[in-house]
């Protein structure tokens, strides 16, 4: 679950700040916090350890308590503030990757206040990228590009391409193309469609992997990566890494998932043998693990109904991998 920090300066600001954790609860781990003297210290481990800040009190509190610790909009955690009286939400910092937007509008909605965004695509109705990327767990290739795009929606139409199903209206500002001087792409893979391309990858791809006995995370690194590089995929879009469960205490293969920050999946060989569809069979891995392939029925299984595998068993140096991409669609509403 996400961590929140509701910090409020009187008895006032108190009583309003438990309604405000209240209104978080849903989502977020919500403290409360009551600075005495040293706001600025508490500032920077909250600032570190918390996904969200609500500062119940004035804006220049805010600003002067957040200010040595701003880094990035990739990673700096929402800031909001809220008046003593709950009459307005201010979303004052990570408005879209940080959420501070969608959160002003959920809090205010809850404390029957107003919410004030001043993000330019929000407040001229277009497009937002950078916080529809964030809110769907995509990662954003290039931040400048991003910039950019979000500079460029507010004068014109820009492109955008998918890889993936496209389903309900596009948003405003954007058009279904394939071409032009910049677009963006939601893809798995590292092609560029347009001249200059702003690519969003989402975690859709789910690797199998098979391994000799105590092979080193370095060895499938780089025979996952070949791979991946051959089929010209992101290593971003990888959502799992996944194996019989014979490999669960394999530390290659765990501290590879780790790396990549993906959750392993470990399966038995009856699950595994049971997954629909047309696998390479080996007799030699059927008599070992009791099941005839790892790492195709693997990826197919961590995918889920309706996936399709798209690299089939590839094998080198006692590392075999496959890649299945999950029925995933796009939605803008």
């Excluded at 954790?21 to 508490?42: I, K, N, S």
């Excluded at 700096?76 to 009286?85: F, T």
């Excluded at 991003?146 to 405003?172: N, Q, T």
Aim: charge should be neutral.
């Amino acid at each position: 679950m996400k961590k929140a920090a509701v910090l409020s300066f009187s008895e006032r600001g108190k009583a309003l700040a438990q309604r405000i954790a209240q209104v978080l609860a849903a989502e977020y781990d919500a403290c409360l916090v009551e600075p005495r003297g040293g706001l600025q210290d508490a500032t920077g481990k909250l600032f570190e350890t918390c996904d969200a800040l609500v500062f119940v009190g004035a804006c220049g509190i805010a600003v002067r308590a957040v200010a040595p610790f701003v880094v990035s909009k990739t990673s700096d955690p929402a800031v909001l503030v809220v008046d003593e009286r709950g009459r307005h939400v201010i979303s004052l910092l990570s408005g879209h990757i940080g959420g501070a937007n969608e959160l002003a509008i959920r809090i205010a909605t809850g404390i029957g206040a107003d919410p004030v965004i001043t993000t330019a695509t929000d407040v001229n109705g277009r497009f937002s990228v950078d916080a529809w990327a964030a809110r769907n767990g995509m990662a954003i290739d290039s931040m400048e590009l991003a910039k950019l795009f979000s500079a460029e929606i507010l004068k014109r139409d820009l492109p955008l391409a998918s890889d993936l199903p496209v389903e309900g209206k596009l948003p405003a500002g954007v058009i279904a193309a394939q071409t032009g001087d910049l677009g963006a792409f939601v893809s798995y893979k590292t092609t560029e469609p347009f001249v200059r391309t702003l690519r969003l990858i989402p975690k859709c791809l789910h690797l199998g992997i098979g391994c000799r006995r105590g092979t080193e995370q370095a060895l499938i690194a780089k025979v996952v990566r070949k791979t991946l590089d051959d089929h010209s995929i992101d290593p971003r879009a990888v959502a799992d890494v996944s194996s019989i469960d014979v490999k669960a205490d394999e530390a290659g293969l765990l501290g590879f998932a780790n790396a990549l920050g993906v959750p392993a999946r470990f399966y038995g060989a009856q699950q595994l043998q049971a997954v629909q569809g047309d696998f390479s069979s080996s007799a030699f891995v059927q008599n070992i693990v009791g099941v005839d392939n790892v790492c195709e029925r693997a990826a197919m299984l961590s995918a889920g109904d309706g996936a399709a595998l798209i690299i089939h068993k590839t094998a080198a140096s006692g590392v075999t991998v496959a890649a299945a991409l999950d029925n995933r669609r796009i939605r803008f509403e």
